[in-house]
């Protein structure tokens, strides 16, 4: 069961899920296959050296992986829950009516490839930015239509 689902509350509903994006994978696995290469020809002299090489890319390429996989944003009927990390967790849930802005910062390479880093503002908190996230500027769209739905609903039921 994912993070997003484990903490939702009552009469909460996900609306909107990403996570990083596929180019955090590019450095562990250019990285893992140096070092693979590295230690295939290092077997013929050191095979004690070749396998502690080997061991090396694995794990960093491991790393890699579990970094995509662990990282959740979504977007809720009554929150933002974003989280990084899985041993060091850095998660960030903000009521919908205490957000005062989403900013997605995005260069050449991110609007070609679809992601960017979504900058998070809470009323009297700072900046916190989350980087490499798939599609930023859909999440960033989504926020903004959940703020504007549960503002509607404030309204009418003021109204009522």
């Not at 250019?30 to 230690?39: D, H, T, Y």
């Not at 503002?121 to 504007?148: M, N, S």
């Amino acid at each position: 069961m994912a993070y997003v689902d484990q903490n939702l509350i009552s009469g909460e509903t996900v609306h909107y899920r990403t996570g990083l994006h596929w180019v955090v994978l590019v450095s562990p696995i250019v990285i893992g296959s140096f070092l693979g290469l590295m230690a295939l020809i290092t077997m013929f002299g050191a095979i004690g050296l070749g396998l502690a090489l080997l061991l090396v890319a694995a794990l960093i390429v491991a790393s890699g992986f579990l970094r995509r996989s662990s990282s959740a944003f979504a977007v809720t009927n009554k929150r933002v829950t974003l989280k990084v990390g899985l041993i060091r967790r850095r998660p960030l849930e903000l009521l919908l009516n205490k957000i005062e802005s989403i900013g997605v910062d995005q260069g050449l390479l991110g609007r070609m490839l679809g992601y960017g880093t979504i900058v998070v503002r809470g009323t009297g908190g700072t900046a916190e930015p989350f980087t490499t996230v798939r599609h930023a500027l859909e999440f960033r769209r989504q926020v903004q239509a959940q703020i504007d739905r549960s503002q509607v609903a404030l309204g009418a039921r003021a109204g009522a």
